[in-house]
């Protein structure tokens, strides 16, 4: 990945197979892809308001934003990190939308370590990647 199109392009990536797999019955799995899109289209974002050209090269000497030593800061899995570090933060402390404070409220409970659980139910699932949808729909228009 190399640029805000290419991370936007694998977050696109991660819903589809996400419903792929719900389709299929593998909730887990869906679960856990799901959640990546909305990480991908922060980190998407990122690289915009930051002038970063190559979001994953944290060694490059020549990036525009000088890393220094600690780039934990950008490889986090933390929604409303990244927010921050996008420059959306103070739109989604703002919004009054009662059905995005509901999808939030859903998505916001995904997070890397998802991969290990297991047992998810279909409908658990249906609703969980339902309001990831819906939150990347507020997400692109900053995109």
């Keep these: 990945m190399t640029c805000q199109s290419d991370i936007e392009n694998v977050a696109a990536q991660k819903i589809?197979?996400?419903?792929?797999?719900?389709?299929g019955g593998r909730f887990?799995?869906?679960?856990?892809?799901?959640?990546?899109a909305i990480e991908l289209l922060l980190k998407a974002?990122?690289?915009?308001?930051?002038?970063?050209?190559?979001?994953?090269d944290f060694d490059n000497k020549d990036r525009s934003v000088k890393i220094k030593n600690d780039n934990s800061v950008?490889?986090?899995?933390?929604y409303e990190q990244l927010?921050?570090?996008?420059?959306?933060?103070?739109?989604y402390k703002?919004?009054?939308?009662?059905?995005?404070?509901?999808?939030w409220s859903i998505v916001v409970e995904w997070n890397e370590n998802s991969r290990y659980l297991i047992?998810?139910?279909?409908q658990e699932c249906i609703i969980?990647?339902?309001?990831?949808?819906?939150?990347i729909k507020w997400i692109r228009p900053h995109l």
């Design 94 to 103: 703002n919004e009054q939308d009662p059905e995005f404070k509901t999808n």
């Design 16 to 23: 589809l197979d996400a419903e792929c797999l719900l389709l």
């Design 83 to 91: 927010l921050i570090l996008s420059g959306i933060y103070m739109d």
């Design 28 to 36: 887990d799995g869906a679960y856990y892809l799901a959640g990546y």
């Design 128 to 135: 969980f990647v339902e309001s990831v949808k819906e939150i």
């Design 119 to 122: 047992n998810r139910t279909s």
């Design 45 to 56: 974002k990122i690289c915009k308001t930051l002038g970063i050209a190559d979001f994953f």
């Design 74 to 78: 950008f490889r986090t899995h933390n």
